[in-house]
């Protein structure tokens, strides 16, 4: 039932930025880290970034300097922000998120979202 949707994802130009959204839903008791990994054809999935629940981040470091990721814990919600695409910045980009539900007497558990699209063109 707990659920991550991303959006924000498309189309742009080299150089430009695009913001991804992850709004996690229903019976959430606490979110632990959370991050945002992407997969480009034909390669595994990598991780981009993440975020703890006291606010430290780490970054992949071809994406450090240009990828910021944050959240917002009243929404529930992890942003990624990313200035100066490049084309190998293309992938499906994936949230994740360490959820502990209301149910659960364990400390948390992995979701995942559906994944959105970023194409970066040269």
């Known amino acids: 039932q707990v659920q991550l949707v991303e959006s924000g994802g498309g189309l742009v130009q080299a150089g430009g930025s695009l913001k991804l959204s992850c709004v996690a839903s229903?019976?959430?008791?606490?979110?632990?880290?959370m991050g945002w990994y992407r997969q480009a054809p034909g390669k595994q999935r990598e991780l981009v970034a993440t975020i703890a629940s006291d606010g430290n981040t780490n970054y992949e470091d071809s994406v450090k300097g240009r990828f910021t990721i944050s959240r917002d814990n009243a929404k529930s919600t992890a942003y990624l922000q990313m200035n100066s695409l490049k084309p190998e910045d293309t992938a499906v980009y994936y949230c994740?998120?360490?959820?502990?539900?209301?149910?659960?007497?364990?400390?948390?558990?992995?979701?995942w979202g559906q994944g959105t699209q970023v194409t970066v063109s040269s």
């Open positions: 994740n998120a360490n959820i502990k539900p209301r149910v659960s007497v364990y400390a948390g558990f992995e979701y």
């Open positions: 229903g019976p959430i008791f606490r979110i632990n880290g």
